[in-house]
């Protein structure tokens, strides 16, 4: 029995995508290693530098409350472990990462402009501030989300959308998330 190759194309196909992706990616502006200074003097002095921890915290938050959620008793050495599981070399690819970003998107000029405004007296306020306000504005957003999706007029605003499109008749009953005959 002759089997076909499907190989080929596929590999074939994947090769082209590879060389395009190529092509893009190393036609961005070279980096000199003025730029890339500055660049992480930028992410200093505006404090995002800062919030890259946020972002290591956030990547492993949720694998940390799987772990409370499965190990109910779990000694602090191993939280402080845990904590720094996600160390330099990933903080440094996320860096480098960021910084190929400000590179493609930013003239050495606009770094250098911009530097010079984040050094100000203004924008150290700001930054100590942020985070603080960034965190309550997250919570109020969170909260307002939960008071509209479950207020009885935004139900009645789906239910009515629901109708005006007939999405009864278009879709059988079998495929309705929240029928009462698939809850039995």
């Known amino acids: 029995m002759e089997q076909s190759c499907k190989w080929p194309p596929i590999f074939f196909g994947l090769m082209a995508w590879l060389i395009i992706l190529l092509s893009v990616a190393f036609a961005e502006e070279k980096l ?14 505006s404090g995002l530098m800062a919030q890259m921890d946020y972002m290591k915290d956030g990547a492993i938050e949720p694998y940390g409350r799987m772990i409370s959620l499965t190990y109910p008793k779990v000694p602090g050495a191993f939280w402080d472990e845990f904590g720094k599981l996600i160390g330099k070399e990933e903080m440094d690819l996320l860096m480098d990462r960021v910084v190929r970003v400000y590179n493609k998107h930013m003239s050495h000029d606009v770094i250098k402009e911009l530097i010079k405004m984040f050094s100000t007296p203004f924008w150290e306020e700001w930054k100590q501030k942020m985070p603080d306000i960034s965190r309550e504005a997250g919570l109020i957003g969170s909260q307002w989300t939960q008071e509209v999706l479950q207020s009885e007029t935004f139900k009645q605003k789906v239910d009515d959308l629901v109708k005006k499109y007939d999405l009864e008749k278009l879709n059988p009953l079998k495929n309705k998330p929240h029928s009462k005959e698939n809850s039995k």
Do not use: A, Q, T, Y
């Open 32 to 45: 000199s290693p003025e730029k890339k200074r500055d660049i992480f003097k930028l992410l200093e002095v």
